[in-house]
């Protein structure tokens, strides 16, 4: 299972940019897609989250500035980041809980992340 993530790039402060990050390989079903982010000098923390019946969860930092959503049908989940503050800037990573028939247990895996960078 291989997760590729795109859409990073620089903006300038209150703009906006949205993340996609595709799921392929041998999928049988995925849970919970979700995006964190890492700052320099900072722990990865989360951003947004989304199960597959479409609930979600955000950090209070991102909340009413950006929405996740998925795509089941094509294992794909999205980040639309709107007002966007320098604050934001980092390394944003996808994560996806695909289940392992075999193991009979969800694994977890990462994308390859990518820069996102607001400018003051």
């Known amino acids: 299972v291989q997760l590729q993530a795109s859409g990073g790039g620089l903006v300038q402060a209150g703009g906006s940019l949205r993340l996609s990050c595709a799921a392929s390989?041998?999928?049988?079903?995925?849970?919970?897609m979700g995006w964190f982010r890492q700052a320099p000098g900072k722990q990865r923390e989360l951003v947004a989250r989304?199960?597959?019946?479409?609930?979600?969860t955000y950090a209070d930092s991102v909340k009413g500035r950006f929405t996740i959503s998925r795509d089941n049908a094509k294992n794909t989940v999205y980040l639309q980041m709107n007002s966007l503050k320098p604050e934001d800037t980092a390394v944003y990573y996808c994560?996806?809980?695909?289940?392992?028939?075999?193991?009979?247990?969800?694994?977890?895996?990462w994308g390859q992340g990518t820069q996102v960078t607001v400018s003051s």
């Open positions: 994560n996806a809980a695909v289940m392992v028939p075999e193991l009979g247990q969800f694994k977890s895996y």
């Open positions: 390989g041998s999928i049988f079903s995925i849970n919970v």
């Open positions: 989304i199960t597959s019946g479409g609930s979600t």
